[in-house]
């Protein structure tokens, strides 16, 4: 097969052997449909018009949550930082990360993804004019990757870092993760947010801070770091969020859901939390000072100093 073009050739369950004649870029689009990704370094790899629908680029991981603190370890990862995948067919590919937990404490429940970026390195890849539709891209890293013209239809982008990525007026994308990106790239500051469904995005580190997010869905989101001082979450869903040293300082959180949500090393000073939920929060370290817990209410929730809350008999 030597020169064949074998663009978007669908090349699942072909047999092949030492003898088969067939360019490199070929042989390895062979083995990752057939053979999986697992552990392999796809990094600057041309795989440009590689038909790799429904082929498994995804992490695999292992939670060992100790009262909502998780040490994740690989056990395969597939790097695709800077490959060329310029239209590419990856329509149903799975790029996302898998988890299994071992959760005997049942403290923050984890499903896949977890809130982390934990999934197929995409950063600077090219994926212009690419498929992935109805991809399963949770917890990939995408940043800075090319989506000119790529179509996102359908695809799952829970827990992906998005900082940087390059889109156009062709790339087709849900409207939700289109919000995400805008937050990301543009800001948040003067854009109407409210009620918006942010669950599961991936907001590490972002300014937030003085924005209206009245009834947001929050939930299992990622805001590691994030500034959120003087913002407005009064009702926000925030059950699961992943909110370790984030600045909540002064910000409006009356009625809010923190149930399952890390505030570990959080600050949380002259922040109203009247009539909030803190079912099973992980406050350990959070800085509560000035804080208002008016008829908020607690139960097995994890305070600063490690004691537990209302806990259950």
């Not at 041309?46 to 060992?64: F, I, K, P, Q, Y």
């Not at 993804?113 to 991809?135: D, R």
């Not at 890293?141 to 827990?159: M, Q, R």
């Not at 997010?213 to 989101?221: E, I, K, M, N, Q």
Request: hydrophobic fraction near 40%.
């Amino acid at each position: 097969m030597t020169g064949a073009d074998l663009s978007l050739v669908l090349l699942r369950g072909v047999k092949m052997d030492e003898e088969t004649k067939i360019e490199a870029k070929w042989r390895l689009v062979w083995e990752i449909v057939n053979q999986g990704a697992t552990n392999k370094d796809l990094s600057n790899k041309d795989l440009a018009e590689a038909n790799l629908s429904g082929a498994n680029l995804s992490t695999g991981r292992v939670g060992h949550p100790g009262f909502g603190i998780f040490l994740n370890e690989p056990f395969g990862e597939a790097n695709l930082s800077g490959a060329n995948l310029k239209g590419a067919n990856l329509e149903g590919a799975d790029l996302s990360s898998g988890y299994i937990t071992i959760d005997g404490f049942n403290f923050i429940p984890c499903d896949s993804g977890c809130g982390g970026t934990t999934g197929a390195n995409l950063s600077n890849a090219n994926l212009s004019i690419a498929n992935l539709s109805n991809a399963t891209l949770r917890g990939a890293n995408l940043s800075n990757a090319d989506l000119s013209g790529t179509n996102l239809t359908g695809a799952d982008l829970s827990f992906v870092l998005l900082r940087g990525v390059k889109m156009d007026v062709k790339t087709q994308i849900d409207i939700k993760y289109k919000l995400i990106w805008e937050i990301v790239n543009i800001g948040a500051k003067g854009k109407d947010l409210l009620n918006a469904d942010l669950s599961e995005a991936n907001l590490t580190g972002e300014d937030l801070s003085d924005v209206d997010l009245t009834g947001v869905d929050l939930s299992r989101a990622f805001l590691a770091d994030a500034n959120l001082s003087g913002a407005n979450l009064s009702g926000a869903n925030l059950s699961g969020a992943n909110l370790s040293g984030a600045n909540l300082s002064g910000a409006n959180l009356s009625g809010a859901n923190l149930s399952g949500a890390n505030l570990s090393g959080a600050n949380l000073s002259g922040a109203d939390l009247r009539y909030a939920f803190l079912h099973h929060t992980f406050l350990i370290g959070a800085n509560l000072s000035d804080a208002d817990f008016r008829n908020a209410i607690f139960k097995n929730t994890i305070m600063p100093d490690g004691t537990i809350k209302n806990p259950d008999p």
